[in-house]
Each structure stands twice: as structure tokens, then as C-alpha cells.
T-cell receptor, first 114, second 111 residues
């Protein structure tokens, strides 16, 4: 089954404790992205990757890091989480190029930083 | 001005009603447009692409007006299961072809 998986699905942590949210896709997609979704603000892109070892900042990259060592994996790293990073996070992937390609989202990770 | 703007709603309609959502976008160079559906706190899923000539998928019709830079979604014969948030999405015409999401319009269909 074609899918994007994320782990963990739910996480409660404390300020400053480094964490990683994993993301994996089995569709051989080149493009992958991380978003955060907050009430009234919609989906905002944090980082994106166009292929292995090619990553770039999205609209709200502060406080986050990513890596793309393998095509299928795109982990999101919070080196020192803060309460303003409490949010719902989605990983997504899609094929490169094309006008009508679908973006597939993972199930989401609900993060609470105390 | 936001890149993609939608009325947040909620739109409260009875079963069987016809409801329409509009969305405006600011980048006139945008070439691809979509509607995604998101159920409460779940992942967004593609509902349909929006073509210049307009397109229909069952009870759903999407239209694009490039001159006025707006996209519409019409839902006929609303079902309870249509209750969700509908996200308007515009693909930028840049190297990464970034997807820009509206904040969504919430639809509540009642019996």
C-alpha cells in the first residue's frame, strides 16, 4: 500500500529536550515536505527536499532541522523544543514536476512541548 | 494579502443542499490548483484537481477563473459524510513548485 508514515503519532515533551519525528514514504517520490498546522494559520511549510541531500527552508524553518540521506526518509529534528512548537505536524511526499501530481500526507504527529 | 484566501466558515447546511466555496489566490503566475479535504485533525487528502475548463467528479464541481484569480468548489446533494474542512491549494510556478494552502473552509452537513 502506497503510504507516508510518521512516528511518533503523539508526543508530549519538555522544553529543551531534543526530539526527532521520523517520516518515511514507499512511493519513490523525489519531493518531501514538512508542515505544521495551527488553528487559524493553516498548513505552513517548515522544510522541503527535492531529492537526496537536497533540502531547503520553507516558510517557518526556525527551530527545526531536517536531513535527507535516503530517498524514502525525511526526519524532522527539534534540537531544543520550545512551547511555541506545540503543533500538529505533517510529512508529505509527491513526484517531482507535473501539473496534476498528488501530494500524499502522513497521518500527522501531535506534539506538545511543556 | 494572503497568497490563498478562503472563508473559514463554518457553512452549516442540511442534507441534500447545494453549497459552494470560493478561494482567491494572489500569484497570477500559478498554474495548478487543487481542492483537498481534511477531516478533523487528520491528514489532508486530494479531493480533485481544478482545470481551466472546469471539471466534475460526481457531486463535486470545481472551476477556475484565471482572470479574477479565484477557484470554486460546488457540492451538490450534500451528505453527512461531506462534513469536513476543504482546503484550497495553489501550486507555485517555481523550481520546487511549492504548494500553498489556504486555511480551509469548514462544512457541517446536518440531518
Amino acid at each position: 500500500e502506497a503510504q507516508v508514515t510518521q512516528n511518533p503519532r503523539y508526543l508530549i515533551t519538555v522544553t529543551g529536550k531534543k526530539l526527532t519525528v521520523t517520516c518515511s514514504q514507499n512511493m519513490n517520490h523525489e519531493y518531501m515536505s514538512w508542515y505544521r498546522q495551527d488553528p487559524g494559520l493553516g498548513l505552513r511549510q517548515i522544510y522541503y527536499s527535492m531529492n537526496v541531500e537536497v533540502t531547503d527552508k520553507g516558510d517557518v524553518p526556525e527551530g527545526y532541522k531536517v536531513s535527507r540521506k535516503e530517498k524514502r526518509n525525511f526526519p524532522l529534528i527539534l534540537e531544543s523544543p520550545s512551547p511555541n512548537q506545540t503543533s500538529l505536524y505533517f510529512c508529505a511526499s509527491r513526484l517531482a514536476g507535473g501539473l496534476t501530481d498528488t501530494q500524499y500526507f502522513g497521518p500527522g504527529t501531535r506534539l506538545t512541548v511543556l | 494579502r494572503k497568497e490563498v484566501e478562503q472563508d473559514p466558515g463554518p457553512f452549516n447546511v442540511p442534507e441534500g443542499a447545494t453549497v459552494a466555496f470560493n478561494c482567491t489566490y494572489s500569484n497570477s503566475a500559478s498554474q495548478s490548483f487543487f481542492w483537498y479535504r481534511q477531516d478533523c485533525r487528520k491528514e489532508p487528502k486530494l479531493l480533485m484537481s481544478v482545470y481551466s475548463s472546469g471539471n466534475e467528479d460526481g457531486r463535486f464541481t470545481a472551476q477556475l477563473n484565471r482572470a479574477s484569480q479565484y477557484i470554486s468548489l460546488l457540492i451538490r446533494d450534500s451528505k453527512l459524510s461531506d462534513s469536513a474542512t476543504y482546503l484550497c491549494v495553489v501550486k507555485e510556478n517555481t523550481g520546487f513548485q511549492k504548494l500553498v494552502f489556504g486555511t480551509g473552509t469548514r462544512l457541517l452537513v446536518s440531518p
